[in-house]
Every structure is written in C-alpha cells, then in structure tokens.
C-alpha cells in the first residue's frame, strides 16, 4: 500500500468489522454496528491535540460528508476531522 500521511488536523482510518457490544455499562445500538462507526486509526496529523495515535480504535460520527470517504490500493479510506471522532475505545 502506499505511504499516505494525514496533515493538519486530519485523522485517516479504515472502518473494521469489529463489533463492541457493551462498554463500561453503555450499550451500542444495533444500528451502529450495522454502519460500522469503530474505525482504525491508520495516520495522524502534526496538529491533532486528543491524544489519538496510530492503531488506536476510534468511534466516529456514522454520517460522512460525501469528499470524506476515498481508495487507495483498493482499500477504502476516510479522512476525518478531528472533531468528528466522538471516542477513542481502550480495553
């Protein structure tokens, strides 16, 4: 795959299959295990101040802006803003 690098206070993740059922007593609906909003962070940008990181788990907002979502070595990617990630999951 090609080396991409998030800049400013960009985030790119790749959404996963994985599905978090309860967490600390807060249950997510099955609707959003549908969508898949748990993506892998995969690149970071200089300017991001949340304390996310490469390979962290993130929850992120299920509506996409239509530029957001695009392919790299046919692997679809998204490019969020940092405020768009609502959660990072840690076990």
Request: net charge neutral; aromatic share 4%; hydrophobic share 40%.
């Amino acid at each position: 795959m090609r080396q991409i690098r998030a800049i400013s206070n960009k985030v790119i993740a790749k959404r996963t299959n994985r599905l978090i059922e309860e967490h600390h007593g807060i249950a997510i609906p099955q609707t959003a295990k549908v969508i898949s909003v748990v993506c892998e962070v995969l690149s970071v940008g200089p300017r991001v101040r949340s304390g996310i990181k490469v390979g962290d788990m993130i929850f992120k907002d299920q509506y996409l802006r239509p530029d957001t979502e695009f392919e790299v070595d046919g692997q679809k990617l998204l490019l969020l803003n940092e405020d768009e990630i609502h959660c990072k999951v840690e076990e």
